[in-house]
Each structure stands twice: as C-alpha cells, then as structure tokens.
C-alpha cells in the first residue's frame, strides 16, 4: 500500500514540470529555429554563427570523448580540429532528426535527443559518415532559446573508424601471412 502512495505522490510531482506539447506550439516552433540554424551555421562552417546558439556556460561533450565549457571552449576545439595548423577534418555536414518533440519543463527548460548523420572528410583524406545519437539541454535565457548543454555519441563497437581499422588490421595481417611464406619457401630452398 504504501509503493502505491509513493507512485501517485512521484506521479502528481511530475505533473505541474512537463507541459503538454499541443499547448506549447509556439515554444517548440523557437526551438525548431534554434536547431534549423545551428544546422545551417554548422553546413557554412560559420564558428560565429554556432556559438550564437550556445548559453555562455554551456558544456558540449563530442564524439570523441573532449568536453568543452563554454563558448570560448566550443571555439578552440573547433579550431583545433577544424581550422587549425594540425587539424584533422577537412569539411564536416550533418543532418539531425528529433526523436520527438522536446521534453518542456515550465516555460524556459527543456530536453531533446535524437540521431545525426554526420559527413566527415579528414585531412588525411578519409571520408565517412557517421550514425549517431545526441542529446540536449536548452534553456530560455533573455528571451532567446540556447543550447546549454549538449552530449553527441556513437556506436563504440560498430562504426565506420572501427571497421577501417579491422579493414587495415586484416589486409596487413594477410600481407605479413604472405610474405612468411614467400620467405620461408627461399629459406628452405637455400637449405636444400
């Protein structure tokens, strides 16, 4: 009897949080322009245009495991792995899908998530096209939507990177097997 209390106390808690989308058009319309023009800022390669759309304390976790605070902190990963003198990706697109609309917590909070495709050419030449997940949280602050928090991921065990390199492990490993023989055939015939 009392888990059953519990429940309806952690239920009616949660009530008055979450708003229902039907009633919040116009909030998630906003937030459909945030997402449109991060995109659009992201595809031109305008590092201005992106940290734009971040709150000034914001935390992005990228795919490769960096975190970066703040914009400043979005701004030199960026030129690190973008513009800088040792970068390593070349050009970068991505197309993001929202699993469903974003979890609204009163009028200025909210959480999305979903999934990219994201297009990478490294420096080195290598092109792939990456599957990912994402999450984010986005606040209301001076009248603006803004991406304080943003998490991007990938499968570990399965991903384009992860299969070029069993690709390279594979072809050496076939080339070293092949070699062997050919040098221990002239082995054993200089033996003879």
């Not at 609309?101 to 959480?111: A, K, P, R, S």
């Not at 991921?153 to 390279?168: E, V």
Request: positive net charge; proline residues 2%; aromatic residues 8%.
């Amino acid at each position: 009897m009392k888990c059953w209390r519990l429940m309806m106390l952690l239920g009616v808690c949660a009530l008055p949080c979450s708003l229902p989308a039907e009633e919040n058009k116009e909030i998630h319309d906003e937030l459909r322009a945030l997402r449109n023009g991060m995109i659009a800022a992201i595809d031109k390669g305008d590092i201005d245009q992106m940290t734009s759309f971040l709150a000034t304390n914001c935390v992005v976790t990228w795919q490769d495991a960096t975190v970066s605070r703040g914009r400043d902190g979005v701004r030199a990963y960026y030129d690190r792995m973008m513009t800088g003198p040792g970068r390593i990706v070349q050009s970068f697109k991505t197309s993001v899908a929202v699993d469903e609309l974003t979890i609204l917590y009163n009028d200025d909070t909210g959480i999305s998530f979903g999934t990219s495709v994201d297009q990478f050419k490294l420096t080195g030449g290598l092109n792939f096209e990456l599957h990912g997940r994402w999450s984010a949280t986005l606040v209301k602050q001076e009248g603006r939507w803004l991406i304080a928090s943003c998490h991007m991921s990938t499968n570990l065990f399965n991903n384009p990177l992860l299969n070029a390199a069993k690709r390279t492990v594979y072809w050496a490993g076939g080339l070293c097997l092949v070699a062997g023989i050919i040098l221990g055939l002239l082995v054993a015939r200089k033996r003879k």
